[in-house]
């Protein structure tokens, strides 16, 4: 257990369906982190906050997207209208920047879209 | 975009030897991690060697650096079965976004 905790830890939902995901990053982190995992492959980075901003969005963060980290503490992953092709584990990480750049990373969330 | 990529793909070997995965990365770099991830769970951080260090230890990890080659070697020794697991190098490059960037992995099996 590395302190982040994600909820739900599954999710199914069909196509067309918004499916929303938490994050809860280590309470000291100033920075969190989202990625994106699929099958057979390394974490794919799609955003970050430094507290409550949102510095950096990937061109894989499509305008269906949405992520949100308000007051600096828990963050919100929404996806809207889900494909199939967003089916994939979604992982959250946090880390204490400047001190450390080690990222500590949640469980993960795994979205199957029907 | 994947900036590493590790090699092999996979892995197997016998308890009690060592394992050597490999990881070649794109463009100069801050540091380099090395992740591990046991299925279908989230990554642990293992070890971070930034780009003016050559080798670093930790328990029965030794990693090395060569920024000339881009390259990186993850080596665990007397392997255990709880070794077991999804292997990832990461890159930490440009300014201070602390951004990581993964290769695909290697799958290391640890027969016992």
């Known amino acids: 257990d590395t302190g982040v905790s994600q909820d739900p830890r599954h999710k199914i939902t069909k196509r067309g369906q918004n499916v929303t995901f938490r994050c809860d990053p280590i309470?000291?982190?100033?920075?969190l982190y989202w990625y994106r995992q699929t099958l057979g492959q390394g974490p794919e980075f799609l955003t970050y906050f430094q507290n409550e901003a949102q510095l950096e969005k990937s061109r894989l963060l499509s305008d269906r997207f949405s992520a949100e980290r308000p007051k600096g503490s828990f963050s919100t992953l929404e996806i809207q209208r889900t494909e199939q092709g967003d089916s994939a584990m979604y992982l959250c990480?946090?880390?204490?920047?400047?001190?450390?750049?080690?990222?500590?990373f949640g469980p993960g969330t795994r979205l199957t879209v029907l | 975009s994947q900036q590493g990529e590790e090699d092999p793909q996979a892995l197997s070997i016998q308890e009690g030897e060592n394992a050597t995965m490999n990881c070649s990365y794109k463009?100069?770099?801050?540091?380099l991690q090395w992740y591990r991830q046991n299925s279908g769970r989230g990554l642990v951080h293992l070890i971070l060697i930034r780009s003016n260090e050559r080798e670093k230890h930790s328990g029965r990890l030794r990693v090395t650096l060569d920024t000339s080659k881009k390259s990186s070697s993850l080596l665990i020794t007397a392997s255990r079965a709880a070794d077991t697991a999804s292997y990832f190098c990461a890159t930490e490059s440009g300014g201070s976004n602390y951004k990581l960037t993964f290769g695909k992995g290697t799958l290391l099996t640890v027969n016992p």
């Open positions: 309470s000291e982190h100033n920075r």
């Open positions: 463009t100069s770099i801050n540091n």
């Open positions: 990480a946090s880390s204490l920047v400047p001190r450390y750049n080690e990222q500590f």
